[in-house]
């Protein structure tokens, strides 16, 4: 039976070795879908290319609050115990999010397709809520959609990251559900991002175990011309090689996956 699932390459405009790896990626079809970032310089040297890329690539935003030099950036773990804490002023991450959909909409004259945020920010307690609200009020008539973290707890070397996303992110799919947007079925690509890390043992699990409308997140990224601090570089190197490479095909037609935009398929709100 074919599945057609996302594949979202998140971080564009974080690095050019990040946005032009994602740009050759889509260019040769092996992405349907991008997140981002920006708040980061390179968005506006290279966001204007993904124009070409609209009617066959989601193009969303990939909201940051822990990469960066900005007044938002803090420490994920502080957002995190900050969020649990219910220590977070609602308006500041609105006027945040108000601010980097104005960086997007300027470079892309055009809203996003979806929302997601840079380490799962966007899904944390009362982040959340900062996020739909923003989202009612700016887009009332806009069918974007939201990625939720549903993780799948199999086939990677990260258990009790995915147990910690999947904790945290209890309870947004039906916020989401309640509040009429869509989302993602069932969430992906969640690894330790080492660089020794079997990434197509993992890919290989998660297209077996994805149903319809499964998102598939991605880091990939080129060697940089000038080195800057990545700490996830080598493994992005390895993520592009491998989906660049006719094996990801292949895994592809033996899972029996396609890769599709989100209104491709009717997605299947979960419960979580």
Not at 124 to 141: E, G, Q
Not at 182 to 211: C, E, I, V
Not at 236 to 250: C, H, I, N, P
Request: glycine share 6%; proline share 5%.
């Amino acid at each position: 039976m074919r599945k057609t699932i996302i594949l979202c390459a998140d971080d564009f405009g974080q690095d050019p070795h990040i946005s032009q790896a994602i740009l050759t990626l889509a260019t040769n079809n092996r992405l349907s879908a991008t997140s981002c970032m920006t708040t980061e310089e390179d968005w506006t040297r290279h966001g204007h290319a993904l124009k070409a890329f609209h009617n066959h690539l989601d193009i969303g935003l990939h909201f940051n609050l822990t990469h960066g030099k900005g007044s938002y950036c803090r420490p994920l773990n502080e957002w995190l115990f900050r969020s649990l804490l219910r220590q977070i002023d609602k308006t500041f991450i609105e006027a945040q999010l108000h601010d980097q959909l104005d960086r997007f909409e300027a470079i892309m004259g055009c809203s996003p397709d979806f929302i997601d945020g840079h380490q799962h920010v966007h899904s944390f307690p009362v982040m959340r809520d900062a996020v739909l609200n923003v989202i009612r009020d700016r887009f009332p008539t806009r069918k974007l959609y939201v990625r939720t973290l549903n993780p799948m707890l199999h086939g990677a070397d990260s258990h009790s990251k995915a147990l910690i996303v999947k904790g945290v992110a209890y309870g947004f799919s039906r916020a989401l559900s309640r509040q009429g947007l869509q989302h993602n079925s069932q969430f992906g690509g969640l690894y330790s991002l080492y660089p020794h890390a079997p990434y197509r043992d993992f890919m290989n699990l998660w297209l077996q175990q994805a149903t319809n409308g499964t998102l598939l997140m991605c880091h990939p990224g080129q060697l940089p011309l000038h080195p800057t601090f990545d700490p996830i570089q080598e493994a992005r190197v390895k993520e592009y090689a491998y989906l660049s490479s006719d094996a990801f095909l292949e895994d592809c037609t033996r899972a029996g996956v396609v890769l599709g935009r989100f209104g491709e398929f009717t997605p299947r709100h979960s419960e979580s």
